[in-house]
């Protein structure tokens, strides 16, 4: 049986497992049930892990009717949708270069509303978080931690993206 979060500041570090998208979505909406409406959240993992599942349950969380609109914004780069604060949702993937992200202004949108990174172990510069790292497992199972501030501290860019392609 899956731990319960608690709502509100997650812990230091946190780890859940799921074994369904349904349970995924439901770890990240009670985790987001908690927020004040100004976190910045990281997620992390490889192609097909869950990140956009994950930012899914976080939209519900904060009060989204239509999880249905939330979809990976890898080509639009930023999704906004309205909930109780809103949601300011970055893909970072097809973005190769520390300048290009850097260039993004993903900061400006930092205490306007919740800000969700697909792919945030491309940012080469720190920035304080709540880190979600997704590992797939077999079949739908997940694993999923939580790092409170768990902030990025990754080499550039370019080296995180050749790593990813060279997997």
């Known amino acids: 049986m899956r731990k319960k979060l608690r709502p509100g500041r997650p812990p230091a570090a ?3 497992v799921t074994r369904s998208a349904a349970e995924t979505i439901a770890a990240a909406k009670e985790l987001a049930r908690g927020f004040k ?3 910045v959240v990281f997620l992390v993992g490889e192609l097909g892990a869950g990140k956009t599942v994950f930012a899914k349950g976080l939209a519900a969380g904060l009060g989204l009717k239509n999880i249905h ?4 914004p890898t080509f639009t780069i930023m999704n906004v949708y309205p909930a109780r604060v809103p949601v300011y949702h970055f893909d970072l993937y097809r973005l190769g270069k520390a300048a290009e992200i850097r260039d993004l202004g993903f900061e400006d949108y930092v205490g306007e509303g919740v800000v969700i990174v697909e792919w ?3 940012m080469a510069d720190a920035f304080p978080a709540i880190e979600v790292e997704i590992d797939a497992g077999p ?3 997940r694993t999923i931690r939580i790092k409170r501030d768990g902030g990025r501290k990754t080499p550039s860019p370019d080296r995180a993206m050749s790593a990813t392609r060279a997997k």
Not at 69 to 72: N, T
């Open 139 to 141: 079949g739908d199972r």
């Open 14 to 16: 946190r780890k859940i």
């Open 69 to 72: 609109r939330v979809c990976s």
């Open 37 to 39: 409406g100004d976190e």
């Open 120 to 122: 945030a172990e491309r």
